[in-house]
């Protein structure tokens, strides 16, 4: 194998799928990246047995081949390199080196057999369909928030991808870590009807978000009975699901909350953000009291002091307290659009729900804590 490639798309390229590689391996062909040529490309794979991605980048292909390297080692190795610059790779003549040549650097790597490298994306897939790169971006950045991080609920340690039940359908993801929940929709894609309910693992989520926030392309999308597929551009990225039944989310959803709040995003945000400097570290609690046309905020740790921070709102029914992880509220804020947040409260005990203004596609769910 001898090809010769520009040294900025090769680190590119490095840079997608080196991201999955695993820095600690207990299997050493898994911290290798897999190079391959094709007809004027190579084709990068990475992989550490859950997901998988692949890139195929131009490249000049004097000698046809594949061979195995280790991954974070040529990813740093050609980070170091002058920008501009041509990079050859090639298969030395003993077949257990590989060498990264540009300009008078030279390195000598060894390399392991690329039949032992495993490949994720054999397998048949029942449903198939494209979509917006800006659409799955906007499910992912809207949801990823209340992924849980409890290993013991491993079904709740991704989103729920799924088609929704009302009308118009929906293509909905759905995210909970039974503090808070957040679900958004988008319009269901062409060849999405009928497809089953799946949970994308967290680790997955973030390597897709990745690799669409750089692309303005469509997304296609495979499913099969344990895997889903994503193609992006030049990428592919292949992962296993999550082998669980995601909880019937709609129970937890309040329908019966009638008293309305609304208040400025900005202006709520930046005060939960000041008065919650004095919350404890364990708890984040931070107190709402809502009266007629006013909000307090405040907060009362034995071991730092009290603060308190007033409101005007937009309320008009009976008083509540009611209690809130602040870097909850945070997270939810961050994600309206609109100048105006929306909370609709039923008591002190019961979850409140937060809705987007300008936007009906997307709900989040908050359980109050005892303050």
């Known amino acids: 194998m001898r090809v010769i490639i520009e040294r900025s798309a090769l680190l590119k390229a490095l840079g997608h799928v080196t991201s999955v590689v695993e820095r600690r391996n207990t299997i050493p062909i898994l911290a290798n990246v897999l190079i391959e040529t094709g007809k004027g490309v190579i084709r990068l794979r990475a992989t550490d047995l859950d997901i998988e991605v692949i890139e195929t980048v131009k490249a000049e292909v004097a000698t046809a081949g594949r061979t195995t390297v280790q991954a974070l080692m040529i990813f740093d190795i050609v980070r170091k390199l002058p920008d501009g610059s041509q990079v050859e790779l090639a298969r030395e003549d003993d077949g257990a080196r590989l ?3 540009s300009g008078p650097a030279r390195f000598s790597l060894q390399v392991l057999p690329p039949d032992d490298f495993p490949d994720l994306s054999k397998e048949d897939t029942t449903h198939c369909f494209s ?9 992912i950045e809207k949801s990823r928030f209340a992924i849980s991080t409890e290993e013991t609920r491993y079904y709740l340690n991704g989103i729920y991808l799924h088609e929704s039940d009302g009308k118009p359908k929906a293509l909905r993801a759905v995210a909970t870590d039974g503090h808070r929940l957040a679900q958004v929709d988008v319009a269901l894609p062409k060849g999405a009807k009928g497809m089953p309910g799946v949970i994308v693992p ?3 989520v973030a390597e897709l978000h990745k690799l669409a926030e ?10 099969s009975a344990a895997k889903i597929r994503f193609v992006i551009g030049d990428m592919v990225l292949t992962s296993k699901l999550i082998d669980g039944t995601f909880p019937d989310y709609q129970r937890v959803i309040p329908q019966g909350n009638d008293k309305l709040l609304q208040v400025s995003n900005a202006q709520f945000a930046s ?13 984040r609690a931070v107190k709402l009291q809502i009266d007629e046309g006013k909000l307090t905020l405040s907060v009362n740790n034995p071991d730092s002091g009290s603060a308190t921070e007033e409101l005007p709102v937009d309320y008009d029914n009976d008083a509540i307290e009611i209690g809130f992880n602040a870097r909850y509220l945070l997270d939810i804020s961050n994600q309206l659009e609109s100048d105006t947040a929306r909370f609709m409260l039923s008591d002190p005990g019961s979850p409140t729900m937060v809705r987007d203004d300008e936007d009906e596609s997307a709900l989040y769910v908050l359980m109050p804590m005892r303050v």
């Open 214 to 223: 750089e692309s303005a392309d469509e997304v296609e999308i495979s499913l």
């Open 202 to 204: 967290r680790k997955t």
């Open 131 to 139: 979509m917006p790169a800006k659409d799955l971006r906007r499910l």
């Open 99 to 101: 060498s990264v040549t």
């Open 271 to 283: 005060a939960v953000d000041r008065v919650s400097t004095l919350s404890s570290d364990k708890g």
